[in-house]
């Protein structure tokens, strides 16, 4: 899991930091779509999260090791741009991969995926 930053609040309080969920699948990394309801299809294997650092360097050297899944296939979208991720194809979320081409460039995500979260 990569990590950002979330704001300190009004009261100038210190930012705290939040995990993006990320997974690596034959050589593409792909981020948690939050709330889009797929279909997982076939089952395309192991993937690895990234450990997350919310601790900006602070854990005393302590690294989380990496965890793996499953990845099946969503309908409605190529392996290359989107994979569902889960124990099971019933909980698997949909993870995509990033880009910054699409009339919505600023979400990050292929076009594709886009017009998929917009249909659903």
Same mark, same amino acid.
């Given at each position: 899991m990569g990590c950002t930053a979330t704001g300190g609040g009004a009261g100038g309080g210190r930012a705290e930091s939040s995990c993006v969920r990320? *997974?690596?699948?034959?050589?593409?990394?792909?981020? &948690?779509?939050a709330n889009t309801p797929i279909t997982a299809g076939e089952r395309?294997?192991?993937v690895t999260f990234t450990p997350c650092d919310d601790m900006g360097g602070r854990s005393g050297g302590r690294v989380e090791p990496p965890i793996k899944?499953?990845?099946?296939?969503v309908e409605g979208l190529d392996?290359? *741009?989107?994979?569902?991720?889960?124990d099971d194809a &019933?909980?698997?979320?949909l993870f995509a991969?990033?880009?910054?081409?699409?009339?919505?460039?600023g979400s990050g995500?292929?076009?594709?995926?886009?017009?998929?979260?917009?249909?659903?």
């Open positions: 990320l *997974v690596e699948y034959e050589s593409r990394t792909y981020a &948690d779509v395309l294997g192991s899944a499953m990845a099946y296939r392996v290359d *741009v989107a994979i569902a991720v889960g &019933d909980d698997a979320e991969v990033k880009s910054g081409s699409g009339p919505n460039s995500l292929p076009p594709e995926v886009e017009k998929f979260i917009d249909a659903s």
